[in-house]
């Protein structure tokens, strides 16, 4: 009876690109409140901007590129107490806890890291989670910074070597 139709199957369905890959990127950055080593002393991140300079952890002049600031939700950050790292306790005005994204690499440098590597390792905020010295969340939501340089940089926050982008 219909010999000249033609049946087409059902249109397939496209899964939204790179939903997978959203879920698991961690934010990296600092929350306001944090002091950042500069040339001129500690100052807090939310005063910095493009342009001003900072010291590495080598003593070495960087220049900030630009600063991102985010407000991310109380679960995708991360408290650290100022000695949980293994570095000892940073001068006075920086013992407070430091406050990052939970993707912030953060540098180990303690007897974990030299029996374990051989040297100081880098490793995101959120796998150092041990829930006594480093806790995750927050109160409420934070807003955070996120300092970019020419070239991948280890600076010190709240007295704690962290990476900063490129």
């Known amino acids: 009876m219909f010999e000249n139709t033609v049946t087409l199957p059902p249109a397939l369905r496209r899964k939204p690109k790179n939903t997978h890959l959203r879920n ?3 934010p990296s950055g600092f929350a306001a409140g944090t002091y950042i080593r500069t040339i001129a002393g500690p100052r807090r991140i939310e005063t910095l ?5 900072l010291l590495d952890v080598d003593d070495q ?11 991310v939700h109380k679960d995708d950050v991360v ?3 100022p000695s949980a790292l293994g570095l000892g306790m940073p001068p006075v005005e920086l013992r407070h806890d430091l406050i990052v994204a939970r993707g912030q690499k ?3 440098q303690d007897w974990r890291s030299h029996v374990l590597f051989g ?10 989670v041990d ?7 927050a109160v409420s939501e934070i807003q955070l ?6 070239r991948p940089t280890v600076i010190q926050a709240n007295g704690i070597h962290a990476l900063a982008s490129a």
């Open 49 to 53: 901007f493009a342009g001003d300079l």
């Open 131 to 137: 829930g006594v010295h480093i806790r995750k969340g």
């Open 61 to 71: 002049i960087v220049e900030i590129r630009s600063i991102r600031r985010v407000t």
């Open 79 to 81: 408290r650290v107490e």
């Open 119 to 128: 040297k100081p390792v880098l490793s995101s905020a959120d796998a150092l």
């Open 145 to 150: 910074c996120t300092l970019y340089f020419d």
């Open 106 to 108: 953060l540098a180990i």
């Open 24 to 26: 698991k990127i961690a």
